[in-house]
Structures are given as structure tokens and as C-alpha cells.
């Protein structure tokens, strides 16, 4: 098992845990415990391809979207 699958496996267990949690205090503690492993994992780089369609969903260009095939 990777360090990064043990992060998620971490996280998962706290997520687990804030679901039992019986007081909102401890839950919150759980889920900022969850989110903290998650960030160290690193997210996959994203191709140009990528970061274009996410500033275009972002900004919007006001165009529709061509169903056409080039």
C-alpha cells in the first residue's frame, strides 16, 4: 500500500468516525481530521486541454457548444 492510499484510508476512517460522532464538536474535529489527509495527496496535473475547459466552465464564453465532429 502507497503512503498516498494509506492518506485516503486515513481519511476514510475519520469520516467514519465523524459519522458516529454523538457531539457536532467531534464530528467537525473528524471531518477537518478527513480533510487534512486528503490534501496531502496529490491531485493528478492537469493537461492544458484540461485547465481550458475548466477557465471556460468558470468564465463562460457565452457560445453553445458545437456537437459537431472536426
Not at 498516498?4 to 469520516?15: F, T
Not at 471531518?31 to 485547465?51: F, I, T, Y
Request: hydrophobic share 30%.
Amino acid at each position: 500500500m502507497s503512503k498516498y492510499d494509506e492518506y485516503r484510508a486515513n481519511a476514510e476512517e475519520c469520516q467514519k468516525m465523524a459519522r458516529l460522532a454523538t457531539h457536532s464538536g467531534e464530528k467537525v474535529t473528524w471531518l477537518q481530521m478527513a480533510q487534512d489527509w486528503l490534501r496531502m495527496v496529490p491531485r493528478p496535473a492537469q493537461s492544458a486541454s484540461d485547465r481550458f475547459d475548466a477557465a471556460e466552465r468558470k468564465r463562460g464564453t457565452g457560445q453553445t457548444r458545437s456537437q459537431a465532429e472536426h
